[in-house]
């Protein structure tokens, strides 16, 4: 089980960081990746983040969003700065057993994440 926190509305500029706690399995063993989907748009891959701490990023967000992880308290992160009324979105994290940067999943293709948690909606306001 999956469960996001960290949500809320802000102005344009403005900071949240967002967090997915891990229950009933080890983030250690799994491709976690945070995904978000916006009104009327389709779910798209925002970040991702290995086992061995690499990371992949959207282009949209690279320089303002950081993800990270803390494998001892089974949670992911996902630190979004700078933020921009297109950020607004509902935002999710999940997991998959392959591997982010795998020879044929994408790390953003969200058919090949297994567990997803219910979301957090951030939303930016001009």
């Known amino acids: 089980r999956l469960a996001e926190s960290g949500g809320g509305s802000v102005n344009s500029g403005g900071s949240l960081t967002l967090s997915c706690s891990a229950s009933q399995y080890t983030i250690g063993d799994y491709c976690m990746g945070w995904f978000r989907q916006g009104p009327g748009k389709e779910r798209e891959g925002v970040a991702s983040?290995?086992?061995?701490?690499?990371?992949n990023y959207a282009p949209s967000v690279k320089g303002r969003f950081t993800i990270s992880r803390d494998n001892a308290k089974n949670t992911i992160y996902l630190q979004v700065n700078n933020l921009k009324p297109e950020d607004t979105a509902m935002y999710y994290c999940?997991?998959?057993?392959?591997?982010?940067?795998?020879?044929?999943?994408?790390?953003?293709?969200?058919?090949?994440?297994?567990?997803w948690g219910q979301g957090t909606q951030v939303t930016v306001s001009s």
């Open positions: 983040t290995a086992s061995d701490g690499s990371t």
């Open positions: 999940a997991a998959r057993v392959f591997a982010c940067n795998h020879e044929y999943y994408d790390w953003h293709d969200s058919a090949t994440f297994k567990y």
